[in-house]
């Protein structure tokens, strides 16, 4: 008897409908206590796979009966053998195709809602990482706003849904992620924008993007709105006057952190005034589609992350903050560990460096960590 | 470094580096230093926590272009 493999995508629906799972993580202790699979209804043990070199006896008694249990590591090799070793001993489990790795990597399309004659819009929710990327589509043509580096999912969801990708976007230059944007840009022939503010040192051809630009797509529109902070060219998009990607500027439940870039003294300011006085300025009408989510507990019953502004500005405790040196503080000190090798990851999204496949996936191991609460 | 014995783990995946080493480890006698070569990039943090766990020391580490070189004395 071997174990069998569940595959990240199968994992994601699982967290996503809140259904239980039991976890054996069989990574070491420090890398378990980082990072793991999130969700509302999972239980964990956390057990490194060379304390079980000598047998599974010992964990077999914490193991549930009455769940499905998923053993879990960072590539699947070690958890490939102890699932082996635990259906040796009768107890049948699952093991995380692809490990942690492709945990990071999966994207789940939700639809957030249609959009006038017949048009649609996507939020493509990388449940591991917790980055959101956004795709509008109408009448043959689409928009992309803060694609991840897995191109092909974007690609091929607008190939079956029969939409040319026409526009590219990013709100501001990635320090948790690496873009696939102008690699889309490149194989559809697409324009790719970048703020300008962010893009010293871009070693590619980019369109600069300034406040107010506005790209229509089928019966759709888009429209840029300046909002620095979280890096000095940030910049939100406005969906048919409905829906706003705030990127990392403002999230559910915490706002954008500005620091990732080494000038959180300076951007402190750009920060307050993109959140209490440009946001303040649009109706409460707008529903905010962030480019992160931190927990689940930001995760809609059907899976999306978005809330009403005028929601956002009542619970949102960052935008709740009267007293200018109390934000000031907040958003410059105590702040937690930066992203994984966010340096690397800036370099390569500027195109000063081009890292391998693999060592692009280590970079990116890890939550994305641009919030403060 | 001096080494007793040096392991070739390289181009050795998840989980096989730490189950070699410990192999190797049973075999010598404490403070006996095992050299293990790996080119795992996992290898480094499981072989901290698993020297450890198991009341090793790991008395070096060094990259050496894509190899990764560890130095253990047995506890």
Redesign the interface.
């Known amino acids: 008897m071997s174990a069998k493999a569940m595959t990240a995508a199968q994992v994601a629906r699982k967290v996503m409908d809140n259904e239980p799972l039991f976890i054996l993580d069989v990574r070491?202790?420090?890398?378990f206590a980082d990072w793991k699979i999130e969700g509302g209804n999972i239980q964990y043990l956390n057990i490194?796979?060379?304390?079980l070199?000598d047998g599974v006896e010992e964990v077999i008694d914490q193991l549930p009966n009455d769940r499905d249990i998923l053993v879990v590591?960072?590539?699947e090799?070690?958890s490939i053998?102890v699932a082996d070793m635990l259906a040796e001993e009768g107890v049948e489990t699952a093991y995380l195709a692809g490990g942690m790795k492709a945990w990071s990597e999966h994207l789940e399309p939700v639809k957030v809602s249609d959009l006038k004659d017949g048009g649609e819009l996507y939020q493509f929710v990388r449940v591991g990482k917790g980055c959101l990327s956004y795709m509008a589509i109408s009448n043959g043509e689409a928009a992309i706003i803060d694609a991840t580096r897995m191109t092909d999912v974007f690609l091929n969801f607008a190939q079956e849904k029969g939409a040319t990708i026409k526009h590219v976007f990013d709100t501001h230059l990635h320090a948790d992620h690496i873009s696939g944007g102008r690699y889309i840009a490149e194989a559809t022939g697409a324009v790719y924008y970048l703020p300008p503010a962010d893009a010293n040192g871009v070693t590619f051809d980019y369109t600069a993007l300034e406040s107010g630009f506005e790209a229509g797509i089928g019966s759709s529109k888009v429209e840029a709105l300046y909002t620095p902070g979280h890096t000095i060219g940030s910049t939100s998009f406005i969906v048919d006057d409905q829906y706003l990607m705030t990127g990392d500027i403002l999230f559910i439940d915490s706002i954008g952190r500005p620091d990732l870039a080494g000038l959180a003294e300076d951007w402190v300011g750009d920060l307050r005034e993109s959140l209490y006085e440009r946001y303040q300025a649009l109706t409460n009408e707008l529903t905010v589609l962030p480019a992160h989510f931190m927990i689940m507990d930001e995760l809609n019953e059907d899976g999306s992350v978005a809330k009403k502004l005028g929601d956002l500005f009542k619970e949102n405790h960052g935008l709740n903050i009267a007293d200018e040196q109390e934000f000031r503080d907040m958003v410059t000190k105590n702040l937690p560990p930066q992203p994984n090798a966010y340096e690397d990851i800036r370099k390569t999204n500027m195109g000063q460096i081009t890292p391998e496949d693999e060592m692009q996936r280590?970079m990116e191991i890890g939550p994305n960590r641009c919030a403060v609460r | 470094m001096n080494a007793d014995k040096v392991l070739d783990a390289k181009g050795l995946a998840c989980p096989m580096p730490i189950v070699k080493t410990r192999k190797e480890m049973k075999d010598m006698d404490s403070g006996q230093v095992l050299e293990i070569q790996a080119t795992d990039k996992g290898a480094s943090a499981d072989l901290t926590a698993w020297a450890k766990s198991g009341g090793h020391e790991l008395m070096e580490q060094q990259v050496d272009g894509d190899v990764l070189k560890f130095w253990i004395k047995k506890g």
């Open positions: 070491n202790g420090d890398a490194p796979y060379f304390d070199l590591c960072a590539k090799g070690s053998m280590e």
